[in-house]
């Protein structure tokens, strides 16, 4: 089993889970690993990412031994779902701290856009074996 792409998210945000739903979905090719940011796996892939502790409004992608963050992680996350996502590289042309500008703002108003429900719903028993502690 090959975890090479592996996304850590917030697992206690409404949003985040639908995410991770979402991306259950769109992930035709069953590539896509998910761990919380607040699990051992998480704290350690800060660490490399950052060099610093997870922060909940934050995404890390780890693909091909390295670590993406922010609007950098989404694009890549995205473009390797495949088919049509692949044209989201496009974003790349626009300034890093422009989008970051932008994820950092979805991040900080996540909560409000799902609803008050904050935990993270319960994973379909097909996909569970995606999910790493």
């Known amino acids: 089993m090959d975890k ?6 917030d697992a206690t945000c409404g949003f985040c889970s ?13 590539i896509f690993y998910f761990s919380s940011l607040h699990s051992a796996a998480g ?16 995404v890390i992608y780890y ?9 950098d992680a989404v694009i890549q ?4 779902c495949g088919g049509l996502w692949k044209l989201v590289r496009i974003f790349q042309k626009i300034p890093v701290a422009w989008r970051d500008s932008v994820y950092k703002f979805v991040a900080r108003n996540r ?6 429900k904050s935990e993270c719903q319960t994973i379909p028993t097909n996909h569970i074996k995606r999910f790493i502690d």
């Open 77 to 80: 996350i995205l473009s390797d």
């Open 18 to 30: 639908r995410w991770v739903r979402f991306l259950l979905k769109a992930d035709k090719k069953k």
């Open 111 to 116: 909560h409000q856009l799902t609803s008050k």
């Open 63 to 71: 693909r091909n031994n390295s670590y993406y963050t922010s609007s």
């Open 4 to 9: 090479n792409h592996v996304i850590f998210y």
């Open 43 to 58: 704290h350690l892939a800060s660490s490399f990412a950052s060099g610093k502790s997870p922060t909940p409004d934050s």
